[in-house]
């Protein structure tokens, strides 16, 4: 008798999980679907355009240095500081061009006297050249007199420019407005001639730096209106090509083309890495985007260092897929595996997508 209630016992209990199993799938079959946009992808065989990376860089840059040595005595600007035209960057120690200057200075005035006394000697003895009364010898050699001391304070007054001209290199200051990128060195610091002091660049106008490819660098000219996606910030620049280098001597065989920026916001900032769409007509195999699979950056998933986009599969269930990126085309990226063309993939969704979860498109 009590192994017969065990058994029923077994059997009542196996009965509920069956039905509570029942109840589960019924739940999860009742789940609302999340709400999907899809597109379709295709070979790209329109669009023709020249890819290329590059880099942000002020148009006006310069790394201030100076000719003299001395120690460096006051560093007026900090990293990030915006300065004007003529402002004072650094000060050096210029103890000895003092001492120079009290030399050259007295130096002058003794070729003053020399040159007054000459010219007096000189004056009077043309006098009494034209009186008869002085030999033309005579004259010649106050005459050489005169020129020599006239030289000699002339050489003066040229050794005291070249030392004020030199006092300009222990107080350094800005050719032009910008912001401060760097300090290369602190007070106390000796200065030596072509040692950076501080970096500068201007905050007026940015360019971009690209290195093109010798296939495609013909089908680029002045004034080619170009796409600019900067990376870090996942934000779109138009721009124009301003410069296109006709040698690749000292590049590596790529050809450096500059392009400026048309009215980029605040947040493009001087060193970010982009990447650059010329977009040309030329009909050439290397600039056009042949048998491309190309998809939105927006549609991409990004989880660690893996990349995927999620796809509808059977039943309208989401599937995330694992790709390989290639290129970046503007506000697009090229898919090197893992998406085949003409497969359904979802580019936006209403709520929060997971593996499997229930799609319902759009």
Known sequence: MKNINKVVFVLVALLGMSACSNDKKVIENNEAAIVVKTSTSANNNSG??????????????????????????????????KVSAGQQLVTINNTDLQ???????????????GYNNAKKDYERFVALFNQQSASQKELDDMTTRYEMAKAGLE??????????AQFNYTS???????????TFVKEGDMANPGM??????????????????????TNIENGMSVSVLVKSINQTVLGKV????????????QYLVKIGLVNPSNKVL????????????????????????????????????LTGIYTIGND??????????????DNQVEILSGLAANEQYIISSEGKLYNGAKVSVK
Request: net charge positive.
């Open 48 to 81: 023709k355009a020249i890819a290329a990376s590059g880099k942000i860089e002020a148009e006006n840059s310069a790394n201030i240095s100076t000719r003299m040595m001395g120690y460096v005595t006051k560093l007026n600007v900090k990293v990030g500081q």
């Open 242 to 253: 301003v410069e296109v280098s006709a040698s690749a001597k000292n590049t590596g065989g």
């Open 316 to 329: 309208g269930i989401a599937i995330l897929r694992w790709v390989r990126t290639g290129k970046i085309y």
């Open 196 to 217: 950076p002091l501080v970096s500068l660049e201007g905050e007026a106008h940015l360019q971009v730096t690209a290195m093109v490819s010798e296939t495609d660098i």
């Open 270 to 305: 001087s060193g970010m890495f982009v990447n650059v769409l010329f977009k040309t007509t030329a009909k050439t195999e290397s600039n056009e985007l042949i048998n491309k699979i190309l998809v939105p950056l927006s549609a991409l998933v990004k989880q660690g260092q």
């Open 155 to 164: 050489a003066a007054k040229q050794m005291r420019n070249e030392v004020m």
């Open 99 to 113: 001492a120079k200057k009290a030399q050259v200075e007295a130096a002058i005035q003794q070729a003053t006297a």
């Open 172 to 182: 350094i200051s800005a050719p032009f407005a910008g912001v401060i990128t760097n």
